[in-house]
């Protein structure tokens, strides 16, 4: 199952994109601007109880203030987990100083590429965030997956905006994964290959056209 990102804008408009995405049944809110209260505040307009995971995008400067707002999210009662609330250069002791005190799951995003950064992911966060991007590959993710897991963090698989060849991809990885990201392909409309399907929020390989591999087709040119 995957979450549905809602990104970054005008109170109305992410009105109107929760609205769009009613049959996603977890979704991904990115804040980090001025607006964060009145953008989530617009999102529960038309979404009151559904689970929801915040992505500050390493917004927050101080630990201070980051702390400020995971208190404030808290509230909410029906936020699973915050990424990434610091910028990944911040002093790893400010980091340890937040996860001491968060009031909500932290997740590491910007802080993990690899699986060397593990040890360091499992002071500072409750779980890290893997996308093929970012690890080089299959591989790379496989690795930085299963050092994370070792290490007890929770893990997602995330993306960029990417076609269905790297999140078909990632999809293979996925009972590596505590929790799924992957709506990369669903936020394009010129994806030229075919793989992975998302119904209802949950990707599933049932019906894709190619039996092995990736199960990755190039659509046919229209
Ligand atoms: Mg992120």
Redesign the pocket.
């Known amino acids: 199952m995957t979450s549905f990102s809602i990104g970054i804008d005008t109170p109305e408009v992410i009105r109107q994109k929760v609205e769009t995405a009613a049959h996603y049944p977890v979704l991904k809110l990115?804040l980090g601007s001025p607006k964060d209260k009145e953008n989530l505040a617009a999102l529960r307009d038309v979404a009151p109880k559904k689970p929801v995971r915040v992505?500050?995008?390493e917004a927050w400067r101080t630990k201070e203030e980051a702390l400020k707002k995971l208190q404030w999210l808290a509230k909410d009662g029906h936020i699973q987990f915050v990424?990434?609330p610091m910028p990944a250069d911040a002093d790893p002791k400010a980091m340890v100083w937040l996860k001491e005190r968060s009031p909500l799951p932290l997740?590491g995003?910007?802080s993990y590429h690899h699986a060397d950064a593990a040890p360091r992911c499992a002071d500072c966060f409750h779980g890290v965030?893997i996308k093929l991007v970012k690890s080089g590959g299959i591989s790379g993710a496989y690795e930085a997956l299963q050092a994370a897991r070792r290490l007890g963090l929770k893990t997602m698989i995330?993306c960029m905006i990417e076609s269905s060849v790297l999140i078909s991809a990632a999809a293979h990885l996925a009972e590596l994964a505590d929790y799924l990201?992957l709506d990369g392909n669903l936020l394009i409309t010129n994806d030229p290959y075919s793989g992975v399907t998302t119904s209802m929020g949950t990707l599933s390989f049932r019906i894709a056209e190619e039996p092995g591999g990736l199960r990755v087709t190039k659509r046919a040119e229209g």
């Open positions: 990115k992505d500050a995008n990424e990434q997740f995003d910007e965030n995330g990201d």
